[in-house]
């Protein structure tokens, strides 16, 4: 069972894409469909916990669906399983980048990828920056906050209070 609950978790971590929320489908496919762990009312129950509780999704389920299957062995199984894929996959990134990073070639290439991270980065501004400006009014508390917060570095907290108030105040 321990072998079983581990497999299944590092099956889900390495071929799992796209963050939490498309991990569940996979998820629920091996723990209801395939394994009938859970009932589908125990899953979406999981789903429901995982979210409430911080941390990703995905570890958060593993470890509950590990812990009911199997205790608190089955829990470290489950959550070791689920990241064990990106813990190596990003050990062999450090090794890789520790290794190249003094070649011109690796350089050049990593020079390009800030390029491709700025536009990613910008082409999100974009996206999210239409639902967040949905008039001047909005513009304009943005621009205000910005200024402050370039001028006098106050904690992002009182910039936050005072758009909220100012919204409610004049919003």
């Not at 889900?12 to 996979?26: D, H, R």
């Not at 190596?88 to 350089?107: G, V």
């Not at 400006?133 to 006098?152: G, K, M, N, Q």
Request: glycine share 10%.
């Amino acid at each position: 069972m321990y072998f079983t609950l581990f497999w299944t978790f590092f099956k889900i971590g390495l071929f799992s894409f796209g963050g939490g929320y498309a991990i569940l489908a996979m998820i629920q496919q091996e723990v209801v469909l395939r394994h009938a762990w859970l009932t589908q009312s125990q899953f979406t129950d999981v789903v429901a916990i995982s979210q409430m509780t911080p941390g990703p999704i995905a570890i958060n389920a593993a470890t509950f669906i590990g812990y009911q299957q199997a205790g608190i062995p089955g829990s470290l199984l489950c959550t070791f399983g689920v990241i064990l894929p990106s813990l190596i996959l990003m050990l062999a990134i450090t090794l890789t980048y520790l290794r190249l990073r003094k070649q011109a070639w690796f350089k050049n290439v990593m020079q390009k990828l800030r390029w491709l991270t700025l536009g990613l980065i910008g082409a999100a501004v974009i996206l999210i920056g239409k639902g967040a400006f949905p008039d001047w009014f909005s513009v304009a508390v943005f621009a205000i906050c910005l200024v402050v917060y370039l001028r006098f570095k106050p904690n992002p907290i009182y910039l936050m209070l005072g758009a909220a108030l100012v919204g409610m105040v004049l919003g």
